[in-house]
Structure formats: C-alpha cells, structure tokens
C-alpha cells in the first residue's frame, strides 16, 4: 500500500536553481494538491487540481507551476528558486471535495 | 476568504481531558476536518463534521456548530503519545484550507 508518494525526500537549492517535486498516487484519486508548511503558518496551498489535464491556483501560487498529464502524478515546479520558497512540501490527494485527505511524507526544502 | 483560528499552543497532564477550539469564517463551507500532525510527519486524518454535533470516535471527539462557525477536539485520557499539533481545516468548493494548528503537550 503506497498512498501517496513524494520524492525527494530533502532538497537544497541555491537561488535561481529550478526542480521539480514528484506526487505520485495510487488510490485512483481525482484530487490532488500541493502544500507548503512553515512554523506559525499552518498548511498553505499552492495549486490543486480536480482531475487529470486540469489544475487550479490555491493560496500561494507564485513562483510555482503544476501539471497534472496524468492522473495518478502531480508535479510541483520551482523556476527559479528563491530563499522564500524555503519550506516543507506536502502533497495530498483525495477522492473528492468532501473527503478526507490522504497525505505525502513531505519534502524538506532549502534555497540558500 | 477564509479565516480560522486556534490556540497555538496547550499543555495538558497524562490522563486528563482536553479540548481544543477552532473557530472560523469561510464562504462556501461544506464540512470540517480535524488532523492530527506529529513532528516531523505528515497529518493524518481524526474525524469530519458536516452535520451539528459530536462525534465521538474512540478517546477522540469532535464537535460542530454550523451556525457559530465553531468546533472543537475533545481528547479524553490523555496519552503521552498525543503530543503533537491539531489542525483544524475547513472545506470550500474543491479546497481544504487549515488553521495554524494548536500544538500539544502532554505532560507525565
């Protein structure tokens, strides 16, 4: 039993440096997210989509772009990082609006 | 918008009873989650209200007032291992968006 699959684990970007977070899900859900965690700030979110080709902006979207081409994969981009980016990454996804979430291990992020 | 508020912080003996608040504003709510977030790890779902009430599910409960914008996690018989922080979050249209969460400390 997967769930739900972030890679990397831990990333360390030096400013202006660009990668791409992976989401993978094998619970067949149409919902998936990504969100940014940082001390005193709670669970934000950065884009979501509600099914496979679409997505949507969240909270705090800029500097960050998604893509959903398949269902099971939602792929989170930093284009050109900077130190604010510098957060714990978690994806999410469920089977629809009002259920509960299913969430990654999380990804530790750090632009120098 | 959105607008949900918590404790940030509470601190309760082993064995005793807990109850932790959230309260919020929000255009198209649907229901309310609460999660469960050790340090160090990823939420993991307690319980969903939609409906006012109390839902009771083993030592957890949660309750729901629609009409308050209110809700709280009543933890009974405190454990050591129920230090941790609880997020409250609250369902839009296609969106779940949390509070800060209220982090737990549990102490012998």
């Known amino acids: 039993n997967a769930g739900v699959t972030q890679t990397p684990k831990f990333r360390v970007l030096k400013t202006g440096q660009s990668m791409t977070l992976l989401c993978a899900q094998d619970m067949n859900h149409e919902y998936m997210y990504w969100y940014r965690q940082d001390p005193g700030m709670g669970l934000r979110l950065i884009h979501y989509?509600?099914?496979?080709?679409?997505?949507a902006k969240g909270e705090v979207p800029d500097g960050y772009n998604v893509s959903r081409l398949k269902k099971q994969n939602f792929l989170l981009g930093l284009e050109s990082a900077a130190p604010s980016q510098t957060s714990v990454y978690f994806c999410?996804?469920?089977?629809?609006?009002?259920?509960?979430?299913?969430f990654g291990s999380g990804t530790q992020l750090s632009v120098l | 918008g959105q607008n949900i508020d918590q404790p940030t912080e509470m601190t309760a003996t082993e064995g005793a009873i807990v109850q932790i608040n959230c309260t919020y504003q929000t255009s198209g709510f649907n229901g309310l989650f609460w999660y469960q977030q050790h340090a160090g790890e990823a939420p993991t779902f307690l319980s969903y209200?939609?409906?006012?009430g109390l839902e009771e599910k083993g030592r957890f409960s949660s309750f729901l007032s629609r009409s308050k914008g209110y809700s709280y996690l009543l933890l009974k018989e405190l454990q050591m291992k129920d230090s941790a922080s609880y997020l409250c979050?609250?369902?839009?249209?296609?969106?779940?968006?949390f509070g800060t969460g209220t982090r737990l400390t549990v102490i012998p």
């Open positions: 989509s509600v099914g496979e080709g679409t997505t």
């Open positions: 209200n939609v409906l006012d």
């Open positions: 999410a996804s469920t089977s629809g609006g009002g259920e509960k979430l299913f």
């Open positions: 979050a609250v369902t839009g249209a296609n969106n779940l968006f």
